[in-house]
C-alpha cells in the first residue's frame, strides 16, 4: 500500500536552483582567476601548461556530472539527472548512502560496483526526505550515515 502511495505522490527532489547556481559560479570565479593568476606568472613550459589543462578539464567534467534531481520510478529503480547526464540505478544496488556534515551540501551514494554518485541536496527537505525513506524501504541492507 505504501509503495502504491509513494508512486501517486510522484516524488521528485530537485537542489534548490539558487545553491547550484552558487556552486558553478564559484567554480567559474575559480577558474577564471586560475588563469589569470598562471598568466600573470606566466607558464614556463608545455608541460605545465598540459598538467593544468588537465586539472580544469577533469574538475569541470566532475562537476558538470553531480546530480541536481532524483526521482523513484516503478521497481525501485532511482533516477538522477545532472547536467552531463541521466543515471538509473537500482535502489538494491546502493550499499551506502552519506549526507553531508552540514544541512547543505551533498548526498553521497555509493553501489555494489564501488561507483560513487553526488547529489547537491539540502538535508531539511521533506521530498528528499521521503525519497530516502522509500529507498530504505527498498532496500533494506542499505547504511545510511549523517542522514
Not at 601548461?49 to 520510478?73: A, L, M, N, P, V
Not at 521533506?126 to 527498498?138: A, F, P, S, T, Y
Request: one cysteine or more; hydrophobic letters at 50%; proline letters at 3%.
Amino acid at each position: 500500500m505504501s509503495q502504491n502511495l509513494f508512486q501517486k505522490e510522484n516524488q521528485v527532489y530537485i537542489a534548490p536552483k539558487i545553491y547550484v547556481a552558487i556552486f558553478y559560479t564559484a567554480l567559474i570565479i575559480w577558474t577564471v582567476l586560475s588563469i589569470a593568476l598562471l598568466n600573470m606568472k606566466g607558464l614556463v613550459n608545455s608541460v605545465q601548461f598540459f598538467i593544468i589543462g588537465f586539472i580544469f578539464i577533469f574538475t569541470w567534467y566532475f562537476s558538470i556530472g553531480i546530480f541536481y534531481q532524483i526521482e523513484i520510478k516503478e521497481g525501485g529503480i532511482i533516477e538522477l539527472k545532472s547536467i552531463r547526464r541521466i543515471l538509473k540505478v537500482d535502489a538494491k544496488n546502493l550499499v551506502l548512502i552519506e549526507g553531508p556534515h552540514f544541512p547543505l551540501g551533498f548526498l553521497r551514494l555509493k553501489t555494489e560496483q564501488d561507483n560513487k554518485i553526488y547529489l547537491f541536496c539540502t538535508l531539511k527537505n521533506k521530498v528528499l526526505q521521503k525519497i530516502l525513506m522509500e529507498i530504505g524501504r527498498l532496500n533494506p541492507e542499505i547504511k545510511f550515515r549523517n542522514v
